[in-house]
T-cell receptor, first 113, second 110 residues
């Protein structure tokens, strides 16, 4: 158990809908990362937050947004969902977000039908 | 400059033999190079990492080498065992994010 909690574990929704994925980082970690893993694909970096502030952005679609709250949990919002958004979404956390080990959660499997 | 290239994409080795996975990058800002192992149905887990001021690091059967001049780094697994079967990702980290390679699916043949 990495200490990073992601909910829900599975999510099935229809095209055009909006969903929210939640991540609770390890105790003491200030930084949260979001990654997307499509079938048989690598880990695509979406976005990183540190202590509530956005620190880095990757190839995140405009339909996607995220935030990190004062209690350090983070949410990834996906809207106007398309079939191609079906993927595993991972959250990871680290102490500082700079050149340190990132601990991954178990992921949320999103299926868009 | 942001990507990291990882080869091979699949690797099958006989149990007991060694496995080597290689990654290359092109930017100069990266100074942290982790390797993650992802087992089926699980999140990636760090197995070893190396920083740019070190050329080699070893942890039991696993070693990582870094050539910062040539901008490539490699994962070496010796005396492979069935439990080494998984997908392995190399990563490169800078001040703000970790970018991962496309992964190597390692299979250990009995």
């Amino acid at each position: 158990d990495s200490g990073v909690t992601q909910t829900p574990k599975h999510l099935i929704t229809a095209t055009g809908q909006r969903v929210t994925l939640r991540c609770s980082p390890r105790s003491g970690d200030l930084s949260v990362y979001w990654y997307q893993q499509s079938l048989d694909q690598g880990l695509q970096f979406l976005i990183q937050y540190y202590n509530g502030e956005e620190r880095a952005k990757g190839n995140i679609l405009e339909r996607f947004s995220a935030q990190q709250f004062p209690d350090l949990h983070s949410e990834l919002n996906l809207s106007s969902l398309e079939l191609g958004d079906s993927a595993l979404y991972f959250c990871a956390s680290s102490q500082t977000g700079r050149n340190t080990e990132a601990f991954f959660g178990q992921g949320t499997r999103l299926t868009v039908v | 400059g942001e990507n990291v290239e990882q080869h091979p994409s699949t690797l099958s080795v006989q149990e007991g033999d060694s496995a080597v996975i290689k990654c290359t990058y092109s930017d100069s800002a990266s100074n942290y190079f982790p390797w993650y192992k992802q087992e089926l149905g699980k999140g990636p887990q760090l197995i070893i990492d190396i920083r740019s001021n070190v050329g080699e690091k070893k942890d039991q059967r696993i070693a990582v080498t870094l050539n910062k001049t040539a901008k490539h780094f490699s994962l070496h697994i010796t005396e492979t065992q069935p439990e080494d079967s998984a997908v392995y990702f190399c990563g490169k980290g800078s001040a703000s994010k970790i970018i991962f390679g496309s992964g190597t699916r390692l299979s250990i043949r009995p």
